[in-house]
């Protein structure tokens, strides 16, 4: 469970500095989008046969930190909207 959560960091960290722009996510954040990243990648190498969800491997981890990168982009973008949305009201 530590490993997760540490490879979740990681994950995390690698999926902001390959995502343009500057984010405005904090350490739990990045945390939590890291960790939706490895479910993610591990997901999609379980189901190419290259290992189970939560073991560590080459494809899963590339898998993870593109799937990261993309929720990281989401996040910002929802979270720029919603800070557009409070200043226009």
């Known amino acids: 469970m530590i490993g997760f959560i540490i490879a979740g960091l990681i994950i995390g960290a690698l999926a902001r500095l390959f ?3 500057k984010q405005k996510l904090g350490l739990l954040a990045t945390l939590l989008l890291g960790l939706a990243g ?3 990648g591990g997901t999609i190498a379980s ?3 290259t290992g189970g969800i939560f073991e560590l491997n080459a494809l899963g981890f590339i898998v993870a930190v593109i799937s990261s ?3 990281v982009g989401t ?3 929802l979270s ?3 800070h557009n949305r409070a200043i226009k009201h």
């Open 19 to 21: 995502t343009p722009g």
């Open 38 to 40: 490895s479910v993610i």
């Open 47 to 49: 189901i190419f046969g």
């Open 69 to 71: 990168v993309l929720l």
């Open 75 to 77: 996040a910002e973008t």
């Open 80 to 82: 720029a909207r919603h």
